[in-house]
């Protein structure tokens, strides 16, 4: 990734990372580059770099083991294990984990050493449990697999200062058992004001930019839910997707837009980082945003680099990253499994 010292996005991205974070902004490691928008002046732009399946089981492998991604292992119910770096959690102890084998048994096992082990699901299990009754499936010993996803901070004790709940509302392109009305309409009615406000919003982006609703999320803490949120992925890139999304956020929100419009500018910049997929937000002080998450684009970074330096082929094409110690053949895509 080439830095434009004169952009302003770039600068703060420099700013944000240490030299050994950015060592590793390279295709083989990442897997998602993403960037959050604030509607509020007060609040900067976040910035995060989410690694690679392989590359995450590895620095994982470097600490004191977490009893929560432990438990886990033990059912065989860890389908991916992500480390996420970014403005707050430079130093690798943030971790995202998409879980499989979610049949009633083992999601009820799961539940319970989460209730009795982490306070803040306990506090807030009513509401989690809510959530999870949002179908997935239409089969009686998946009735909970929406639930497909947690992240933490990892720590040496179970007294998570965050811990991420989400639910999946696709499965494959082939299967789809539940339309976006019905998820849309079931978080409308769930009586969390949140949902209620991004549901609208949510529609207003499939309709101005195309795509798929893909999950939905809450982020708790101390402070209570600080974040509520609705992703979508496969946006329709061949029409002006920036505008769209502007187009979707209501009229007095106008920070947000001008945050959407610079964005648009800086990825004219980037054209090796394709727009994957987006998410609405409320935090906990009413502000609204949208994060961003974007893929390198191999082929493009390539010809790119190339034109510039033909000498530095070998280097580029193949991204040795001592940190990691992978090559491409090492690293692994998991399908997800219920």
């Known amino acids: 990734m080439n830095f434009n010292t004169d952009n302003e996005i770039d600068k703060q991205i420099i700013k944000t990372f240490t030299k050994e974070s950015m060592e590793t902004l390279k295709p083989i490691n990442i897997e998602y ?5 604030s509607s509020s002046d007060k609040c900067d732009n976040i910035y995060k770099i989410y690694y690679e399946n392989n590359p995450s089981k590895r620095v994982y492998a470097e600490k004191d083991k977490n009893p929560i991604i432990e438990y886990l292992y033990s059912l065989d119910m860890v389908r991916t294990l ?5 403005n707050s959690h430079r130093d690798f102890s943030k971790f995202d984990i998409g879980i499989q084998n979610r049949t009633n048994e083992n999601m009820e096992k799961v539940f319970s050493f989460f209730e009795q082990n982490i306070p803040l699901f306990k506090k807030y299990k009513k509401e989690i449990l809510k959530l999870t009754e949002m179908k997935l499936y239409d089969d009686n010993n998946h009735k909970y697999a929406s639930f497909h996803f947690i992240g933490f901070v990892h720590e040496n004790n179970l007294e998570n200062t965050l811990f991420k709940a989400y639910w999946s509302n696709y499965i ?6 539940f339309d976006k009305d019905y998820y849309l309409e079931f978080l409308a009615n769930l009586n969390i004001p949140q949902f209620k406000i991004l549901s609208k919003i949510a529609k207003n982006i499939l309709n101005y930019c195309g795509g798929r609703l893909y999950m939905e999320g809450i982020d708790y803490t101390n402070e209570g839910a600080v974040s509520h949120k609705i992703y979508i992925k496969s946006l329709n890139l061949e029409g002006d997707v920036y505008n769209g999304l502007k187009k979707s956020i209501p009229k007095n929100y106008q920070t947000l837009k001008n945050r959407i419009e ?17 998410a609405i937000g409320i935090d906990i002080y009413n502000n609204k945003n949208l994060k961003l998450y974007y893929k390198y684009q191999e082929n493009i970074l390539l010809d790119t680099e190339l034109k510039k330096s033909p000498s530095r ?14 090559t491409r053949q090492q690293r692994t895509k998991n399908n997800d499994v219920i």
Do not use: A, C, M, T
């Not at 580059?33 to 928008?37: A, P, T, V």
């Not at 494959?172 to 058992?177: F, L, N, Q």
């Open 33 to 37: 580059f993403g960037i959050n928008l």
């Open 82 to 86: 992500q480390v996420v770096n970014d």
């Open 172 to 177: 494959s392109p082939e299967e789809i058992v």
């Open 262 to 278: 610079k964005l648009n500018k800086w990825n004219k910049l980037h054209p090796e980082l394709k727009l994957e997929g987006v």
């Open 313 to 326: 082929q070998k280097r580029i094409r193949y991204y040795p990253v001592k940190q990691f110690g992978l």
